[in-house]
């Protein structure tokens, strides 16, 4: 009786240590600073990557690209590709709208039942470049529609990141060349 008496308390408060972990989760998405809004059919298409905060898989690549469709279910189909030493590389993350009121937060599974936040947060009127970061504001991508950004523009908005505290100086300018980029399987 004392060994399930024990066994009760330490999965209750197991319990309460996950809701409080949660909680803290929610609130912390509450405070993000994304877009206050947009239009998913007009983000979907093709994405050129201009900045980037390098992870192992993409490190020293080139021609990066993102591009995002919406299936029927309303998940958003990625399909992110990029050329490494010589070679295409093709990535199919899933991508889910978590805030539905500004389509600005959304999920990105990458390996099952793992995802990670998506925040869209800055966008141009006419949806010509994008920036998406992550909630510790650690990694960044800098996106546009055409394949070469104008240094001006581009360095305009590193330096609005900038002056948001965003660790600029961790982000690799990704060459782009006028090779046609492959569509991955």
């Given at each position: 009786m004392?060994?399930?008496?024990?066994?009760?308390?330490h999965?209750?408060?197991?319990?309460l240590?996950?809701?409080?972990?949660?909680?803290?989760?929610?609130?912390?998405?509450?405070?993000?600073?994304?877009?206050?809004?947009?239009?998913?059919?007009?983000?979907?298409?093709?994405?050129?990557?201009q900045?980037?905060?390098?992870?192992?898989?993409?490190?020293?690549?080139?021609?990066?690209?993102?591009?995002?469709?919406?299936?029927?279910?309303?998940?958003?189909?990625?399909?992110?590709?990029?050329?490494?030493?010589?070679e295409?590389?093709?990535?199919?993350?899933?991508?889910?709208?978590y805030?539905?009121?500004?389509?600005?937060?959304?999920?990105?599974?990458f390996?099952?039942?793992?995802?990670?936040?998506?925040?869209?947060v800055?966008?141009?009127?006419?949806?010509?470049y994008?920036?998406?970061?992550?909630?510790?504001?650690?990694?960044?991508?800098i996106?546009?529609?055409?394949?070469?950004?104008?240094?001006?523009?581009?360095?305009?908005?590193?330096?609005?990141?900038?002056?948001?505290?965003?660790?600029?100086?961790?982000?690799?300018?990704?060459?782009?060349?006028?090779?046609?980029?492959?569509?991955?399987?």
């Open positions: 004392k060994f399930l008496r024990k066994t009760i308390v999965t209750g408060l197991l319990q240590g996950c809701v409080a972990v949660l909680m803290s989760c929610v609130t912390q998405h509450e405070n993000l600073a994304t877009v206050p809004k947009v239009d998913i059919d007009q983000f979907m298409g093709d994405w050129y990557v900045g980037h905060t390098p992870l192992f898989i993409d490190e020293d690549s080139s021609d990066q690209r993102e591009s995002y469709q919406l299936d029927s279910k309303g998940r958003i189909d990625t399909e992110f590709s990029f050329k490494k030493k010589g295409w590389h093709h990535y199919h993350p899933q991508g889910t709208v805030n539905r009121t500004t389509n600005a937060h959304w999920k990105m599974q390996l099952w039942p793992f995802s990670s936040d998506f925040l869209i800055r966008l141009d009127p006419q949806y010509s994008t920036v998406i970061s992550v909630p510790d504001k650690e990694n960044i991508w996106m546009s529609r055409q394949r070469q950004m104008q240094e001006v523009q581009y360095q305009s908005i590193v330096d609005d990141l900038a002056r948001e505290s965003y660790p600029v100086k961790s982000i690799r300018r990704v060459p782009q060349s006028q090779d046609p980029i492959p569509r991955g399987h």
